[in-house]
Every structure is written in C-alpha cells, then in structure tokens.
C-alpha cells in the first residue's frame, strides 16, 4: 500500500498565529516523523498588538500541558472577567460582557425571563446584579473560579491580558524545545507545481528552498501564500463593519495604578479605543473608520485617555475586515491574520487562531488532499466567523449614539440576514437563535442586547407560575449570594501580588 501520509508542515510566518500552530501541531504530531519548520522575518516583524483574549486561549496552552500561573508569569499577564463597553449605546452608558452567566434558570425556563417580568413591573436592578463575573469586574476583584460551583450563581470564567510578543516567545519556546526548526529569512516567492498548483516549495532571500508537503499561512495581513501565491479571494465585509485601521501605542502603568480586570473598550466620535491592562504597562489603540476621520483626529482622540503616560510612538495599522472565500485551498491553510480579520472589539482574533489549530489537527490531510476534508474545513471556519462577525456587527446596529453621521449609519444599516433573524426573535420573545459553530453563547448576546437597552415586549409566560412575591424574593436571594461571593473575593492587585510570590 502507498504511503501517503504527510511528512513536512511548512509554517509561514511567526506572529502568534505562526508560534501557537508550531506549539500545538508538535505537541500533536510527537513521536511521529512529521518535521514542522517555521520560517519568520525578523526583518518584517510581527503585527505585535492582540493582547485581550477569551478563556478558550486557557485551554488551548492548558492542552499544552502549561498552567495558568506559568504563562501567566512569562507574559506579564492580567487577569480578565470580561470587556467594559463606556459610551456605546449612547454617552455615558456603561455595561459589562462578563465571560459567564446570569442568575439561576427556574424549572427549565431561562433567567432572563424571570428578569424581564420583574424589570416590566418596574424593577431597574441592572443585569449585572446576577453575574457574578460582572460585578466581581465592577468591583475590580478577581479569585480563582470554584473548581465544583455548588450553584449556577458561583459559575464565571476568565481569560487573559497578555503582552503579545512573550505570548509568541512562550509559544516558540515550547515548539523549538519540541523539534519545530525556526529559520529566520524573507521568502522571495513562492513555488507552484506546473500540473495543479500545489506549492511545492518557498524560496528564501538567499535562494534557498524549503520544501513541504502542507504550507501553513500565517504571514498575517499580507496572505503571501493563500492570497497572493494561490489567488483566493477577499470577501470584503466593509459594508458593515465600516472601521478600516487602528492606531496602537504602549503606555507606562502609573504608580499605585491598580489594573482593572477587564479589557475597557470606550466609543468614540467614529470607532472606539480599547485599553488593556499588563503588568509592566498597558495597551492602547482607537480602532476609527479613515472615512470619517483624518489621522489627527484620531490622534486627539486617543491620546488624552491612555491607560497611563505614553511609552511608544502611536502606530498606524490599516486593515480589512473580512476573510478569504477559501481558508484552505489545495495544501495551504492559513491561520490568523492571513485568513481574514475582524476589529478586535471582542478580542476573537487568538480564539479564532485556537479554533483554526484545533480543526486542522482533527481534520489533518494526507498528501491526496480530499476535497470533502477540505470543504468541511471551509465550511466551518466559514460559519464560524461569519457568527463572530454578526456578533461584533450587532455592537454597532444597536447603538443609540446622535453624535456623528458614523454612529447614525450604523444603526440604519442593512445587516446580515442571519443577524437580523436573531434580532428579531430576541425582540418578539426573548429568545436566541442558535447556529452552530457559535463563539458567543447567549449569555453574551444577553448581555449585549441589556447594554444596549433593547428588550423584548414580552417574557416567557412560564414565568407566571410564580407569584410576584416568590420572583421578587427569588430575585433578591440571588442578587445577596453574589453580593456576598463578591465581598469575600481579594482584590484583583492581590491576586496578583499572590501569583508574584508564587501562591
Ligand atoms: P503577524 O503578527 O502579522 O505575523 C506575520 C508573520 O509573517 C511575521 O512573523 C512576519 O515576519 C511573517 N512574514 C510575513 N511576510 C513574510 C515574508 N515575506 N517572509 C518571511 N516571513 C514573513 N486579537 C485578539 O485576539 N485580541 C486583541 O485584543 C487583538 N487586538 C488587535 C488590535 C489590532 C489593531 C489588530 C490589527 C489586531 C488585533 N488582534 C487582536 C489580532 C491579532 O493581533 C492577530 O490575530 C495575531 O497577532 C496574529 O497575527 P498573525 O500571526 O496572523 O500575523
């Protein structure tokens, strides 16, 4: 019988997406004799932003065999309960997305029902009030989550604030320690087989080629292989998310500054600034539409509400929202920036990186290449970020904001139909459409749909089973056991302060 089996992974590129699919695929392939190589340009450099994450990047270096304290240490991280979205549905709103839940659901039917008949008769307890996660944000507290909650009320998650470039430090360690050979060159161009276009090598600067039999894009935003080598198209998703580039800059913490854990993500006149807390000092950027606004005027608008004093030169970084029709075509699949992106108003990029790692090492070709594989992994990377995308889409339909001609054309957009679906029966019965390959569950569009104001008319007649004092009682006994869960948590600064003198 012929061999087919795939011997050399070529991976291009050595930003995060590059150093977190060297790690995985060397720990998936040990003891076997496939080679991974991965070529970078310290020259070119890497994109060097992406410093919030969700709490799928913890498991991802958790199947790594690495714990939270040691990455933590290694990347001078923060921990993060979720992103505080200021001045979104219209100035001076303020709302959390905790990485968790709401409340305790009541005989099969969802808490949020039970909030909303109470909320109609006029309570105004905030949503927040029955997530843990949210208020421990609130509160700027942080401790581990219970291993076995003893109810729904004690369940939240967490993810990480970490500085991008020892994250791909971290990663290529492990994959070097692990056989991954590193070669450090500009690729010149790229080597098609004549019959079908297959790439059969990279050639380097120096002329030198390197071989394979999978090709791995990760050259960020250039997509030098899947893009410009094998012509797979951009679809461009401008009409909806009209935000084309970003400026970063670094910023020096201030001392007794104690980092909040939460990513804080503010709306500005046309876009928003995000500010990631680190240990050693904090990130910044304005993510604005070029159509609306003039680089000095994103400038102003950035620079006054850093995260502390200015470290580093604001940096232009202009990008399009979108992806490539293809993920995977022929034997290249890219990962990361190369396959497409969405503003980082969610931090989805490093998970979509996780989930791309993870379905290419469930769905791992051999040297024929079947069309069904490839099409399944099309088809899923496809769904999923189109989800991501009317996620984040749904940030920007919702908002209330009369400030500039951006905010306005935001709300009358036409959004995708599988968007409008959801909004519309979120709107007629406080429910939530669920497709598969979801990112976000519908805690998170909860939470969304609350910050933003916009409710159903309606509720769960279930609902009425209870009496109004058993839901008001019902209601009051959750909001105490988060109150008091929050009172006997350390401050966030403590935890951290553990986590240095190793605790
Ligand atoms: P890059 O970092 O650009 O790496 C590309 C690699 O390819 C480099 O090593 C480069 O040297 C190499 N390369 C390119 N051309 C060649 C060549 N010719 N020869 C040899 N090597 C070459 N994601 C999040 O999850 N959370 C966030 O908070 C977040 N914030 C972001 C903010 C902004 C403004 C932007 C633009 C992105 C953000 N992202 C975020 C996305 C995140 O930065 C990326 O997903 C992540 O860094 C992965 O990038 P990459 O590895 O695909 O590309």
Known sequence: MQDHRIRSVVIVGGGTAGWMTAAALVQHFRSTPVSITLIESSEI???????????????????LGMTDDAVMRATQA??????????????????????????????????????????????????????????????????????????????????????AALFAQHMRAYAEAGGCTRIDARIRSV??????????????????????????????????????????????WGRWLPCDAAFAVQSRNRPGDAPAPFTRVTARSAGWQWGIPLRHRAGNGLVFS????????????????LLGDPLTEPR?????????????SRNCVAIGLSAGFLEPLESTSIAL??????????????????????????????????????????????????????WRDCREMTVPDTLQRKIDLWTARGE???????????????????????HPDDYDPAVDAMTPADLERGLRDMRDNIARLVASTPDHAQYLAALDRGQ
């Open 45 to 63: 450099g890497a994109v060097g932003v992406g410093e919030a994450t969700i709490p799928t990047i913890r498991r991802f270096y958790a199947q």
């Open 78 to 163: 923060t921990c993060k309960l979720g992103i505080r979205f200021l001045d979104w549905s219209a100035p001076g709103s303020d709302f959390i997305h905790p990485f968790g839940h709401y409340g305790q659901d009541v005989r099969g039917t969802g808490f949020h029902h039970y909030w909303l008949k109470q909320r109609q008769a006029g309570d105004d307890t905030p949503l927040a009030a029955y997530s843990l996660g949210a208020a421990l944000a609130a509160a700027g507290k942080f401790a581990l989550p219970a291993p076995n909650p003893p109810t729904q009320l004690s369940v939240f998650d967490w993810a990480l604030h970490f500085d």
């Open 191 to 236: 080597e098609q087989r004549p019959e079908d276009g297959f790439i059969r090598a990279v050639t380097l600067d120096d002329g030198r080629e390197v071989e394979g039999d999978l090709f791995v894009d990760c050259s960020g935003f250039r997509s030098l292989l899947l893009g410009e080598a094998l012509g797979v198209r951009f679809e461009d």
């Open 290 to 305: 070029s159509a609306h606004l003039s680089d000095d005027q994103v400038l102003a608008e950035l620079m006054p509400h």
């Open 316 to 328: 232009r970084i202009p990008f399009r929202p979108g992806r490539r029709a293809q993920a995977w």
């Open 353 to 406: 990186i996780e989930t791309g790692v993870a379905r290419l090492k469930q769905l791992f070709p051999d040297r024929r290449f079947a069309p069904a594989v490839i099409d399944e992994y099309n088809d899923q990377s496809a769904r999923e970020m189109e989800r991501v995308r009317d996620f984040i889409i749904l940030h920007y339909k919702l908002n209330r904001r009369t400030d500039s001609a951006f």
């Open 432 to 454: 939530f459409v669920r497709y598969r390959w979801e990112m976000f569950h519908p805690a998170s569009w909860l939470a969304i749909y609350d910050g933003f104001g916009v």
